[in-house]
């Protein structure tokens, strides 16, 4: 039980993002922990994120959604908590996968804010709207986290057709900065991945400040561009990724190579059996190279680029081993019949009615008090 409870937190861990360019809500996670109506157990428990994570997938009708957390720092030591998802929360903070802070409240809103993220809370945040307007006249911005049938669902606070939200940060977002503490998680020179994925500074009179040490940022310089892309198997949207211009990416069923090798997407769990003979381990890379989107192709089979997105098969042009192009915004890149590799501005909606749960592993007895 111990290990599928560990199993269920490490894939929670793989929805945790404060990239501003993949995560896709905003929580304090010291709240969600306590929402025991979610399952009827103990008082705390951190695999009520994993619910929590899961209803923001259904809702967005993607796979892998990841969401920004910050973190009460009282959780940490909270009682109510098991010592091991205590010992988690811990590493996850090092590693600036969330946020730890002594006031959370003002901070969600605040990264909900500069990226244009929904709140996923039950509060009303009432002394807050005076600051932040939308809480109460955007709908989809608030959304509140109920039990629901099979598992958590996300009920919008402001009732209506939710409008697209706008960022509030964008110039603070296009430059990198470095905390003074060298092993800030977030900011600092060590933190790991790299720099343009690093999450929104905290904003005092317009100053940048780290929101875990409370230091003064200075400017690392700008923020390298980027370009957010999706992978789409059989029409649903499995997974959004980066490609930046610091960051190559390599596609394919099982991608390998150098440790010096960039970041590797890999596809096989995805892909039915005759796709995966055909997908070679290591497919395509995606580079952005003076400000063009290139793709290049790395495999045995070739790869084709759908013009426009059509289908259409005037519209069909095959690169084979080597071979490079510049895409245009709406071009789409198929691997194989129904796998397919674009910016997600080329997708209209997730595509997916029941996304993968990260809870799978969840066990029943683990999340319940024991009387």
């Known amino acids: 039980m111990r290990f599928e409870v560990s199993r269920t937190l490490d894939a929670i861990e793989r929805r945790l993002s404060t990239d501003p360019a993949l995560a896709r809500g905003v929580l304090e996670l010291a709240e969600v922990v306590r929402y025991a ?54 590493r996850w903070a090092d590693d600036g996968l969330v946020e730890v802070l002594p006031d959370p409240e003002d ?118 561009p980027a370009e957010i892309m999706a992978v789409r198997v059989d029409g649903v949207v499995r997974q959004r990724f980066v490609v930046a211009a610091d960051q ?19 596809l096989g769990h995805w892909l039915t059996e005759e796709a995966r003979r055909w997908i070679s381990r290591s497919h395509l890379r995606l580079e952005l190279r003076n400000g063009d989107l290139v793709a290049r192709d790395t495999s045995t089979n070739g790869t084709v680029i759908r013009l426009g997105g059509s289908m259409d098969e005037p519209d069909r042009l095959v690169l084979t081993r080597d071979q490079a192009r510049a895409l245009a915004p709406d071009d789409v890149i198929e691997l194989y019949p129904g796998v397919q590799v674009a910016p997600i501005t080329a997708f209209a909606a997730g595509g997916v009615v029941e996304p993968a749960s990260v809870m799978a592993d969840a066990p029943t007895i683990a999340i319940r008090t024991i009387t």
């Open 37 to 90: 109506d979610l399952d009827g157990g103990r008082p705390g428990s951190v695999l009520r994120l994993g619910m929590v994570v899961d209803a923001l997938g259904r809702l967005v009708a993607e796979e892998n959604v990841p969401v920004y957390a910050v973190v009460d720092r009282k959780l940490l030591s909270d009682p109510d908590m098991p010592s091991n998802e205590r010992m988690v929360v811990r």
């Open 248 to 266: 190559p990416v390599m596609v394919g069923r099982a991608p390998d190579g150098p440790q010096q090798a960039p970041d590797m997407l890999v």
């Open 107 to 224: 901070r969600v809103l605040e990264v909900a804010e500069m990226i244009g993220l929904p709140v996923l809370s039950r509060q009303a945040f009432e002394r807050w709207r005076d600051r932040y307007g939308w809480l109460g006249g955007e709908p989809g911005r608030l959304l509140a986290p109920v039990a629901g049938h099979g598992g958590a669902a996300l009920v919008p606070r402001v009732k209506g057709k939710p409008t697209p939200a706008r960022p509030g940060g964008a110039p603070v977002l296009r430059r990198v900065w470095r905390c003074p503490a060298p092993d800030c998680g977030a900011f600092g020179s060590m933190r790991r991945g790299r720099p343009g994925g690093q999450g929104p500074p905290r904003l005092r009179g317009g100053a940048p400040f780290c929101p875990r040490h409370d230091e003064r940022l200075s400017d690392a310089g700008p923020r390298p």
